[in-house]
T-cell receptor, first 113, second 114 residues
Framework: DQQVKQNSPSLSVQEGRISILNCDYT??????FLWYKKYPAEGPTFLIS?????DKNEDGRFTVFLNKSAKHLSLHIVPSQPGDSAVYFC????????????FGKGITLSVRP | GAGVSQSPSNKVTEKGKDVELRCDPI?????LYWYRQSLGQGLEFLIY????????KSGLPSDRFSAERTGGSVSTLTIQRTQQEDSAVYLC????????????FGPGTRLTVT
């Protein structure tokens, strides 16, 4: 049973426009959420995170929104750039002792020049 | 500073052979994780080390999988009697320690079992 879901496998946007990547989760014990970006043949790179006590966190072109009641978070990238083309993973961590991350399957973002 | 490194980057092995995958975490990071990513899937947690505590092995898929972390630094993931379904990218991540959430990943080892 997938606890972190990224239901859209891919997204294509025009350069300069906004990219919105969605993520849903089922486990209400998750209290910290992260987005990772992955290029081919490289490991995932940490992008941005949000604590469950917040509903928004912004870092430059990247903003993550959290809706706890809906168990939904989204990553907004604006303006999108061709270098943003990659696979984006949503991950969640609980309050357990080991802070292991539970990942979604990822979404492939393509930014068209 | 240096990030997480893993070796080898690629490994092709015959079914039934044993393999060892190595991870060098970021210096000073006390937590170390192993994940694997099978084709078209997200990252699947395998095992977690934190300092001198007993590792959390709850994600290991079978008793053919084991891992060690020597001296609180380098870790080795061993897969015995490899099967074709073990083919995946094996990723190591390290984290500063308790109270942190951001894990930093290595480039992974792509394992192919023929």
């Amino acid at each position: 049973d997938q606890q972190v879901k990224q239901n859209s496998p891919s997204l294509s946007v025009q350069e300069g426009r906004i990219s919105i990547l969605n993520c849903d989760y089922t486990n209400s014990m998750f209290d910290y959420f992260l987005w990772y970006k992955k290029y081919p043949a490289e490991g995932p790179t940490f992008l941005i995170s949000i604590s469950s006590i917040k509903d928004k966190n912004e870092d430059g072109r990247f903003t993550v929104f959290l809706n706890k009641s809906a168990k939904h978070l989204s990553l907004h990238i604006v303006p999108s750039q061709p270098g943003d083309s990659a696979v984006y993973f949503c991950a969640a961590s609980g309050t357990g002792a080991n802070s292991k991350l539970t990942f979604g399957k990822g979404i492939t973002l393509s930014v068209r020049p | 500073g240096a990030g997480v490194s893993q070796s080898p980057s690629n490994k092709v092995t015959e079914k039934g052979k044993d393999v060892e995958l190595r991870c060098d975490p970021i210096s000073g990071h006390t937590a170390l994780y192993w994940y694997r990513q099978s084709l078209g899937q997200g990252l699947e947690f395998l095992i977690y080390f934190q300092g001198n505590s007993a590792p959390d092995k709850s994600g290991l898929p079978s008793d053919r999988f084991s891992a060690e972390r020597t001296g609180g630094s380098v870790s080795t993931l061993t897969i015995q009697r490899t099967q074709q379904e073990d083919s995946a990218v094996y990723l190591c991540a390290s984290m500063m320690g308790r109270g942190s959430y951001e894990q930093y990943f290595g480039p992974g080892t792509r394992l192919t079992v023929t």
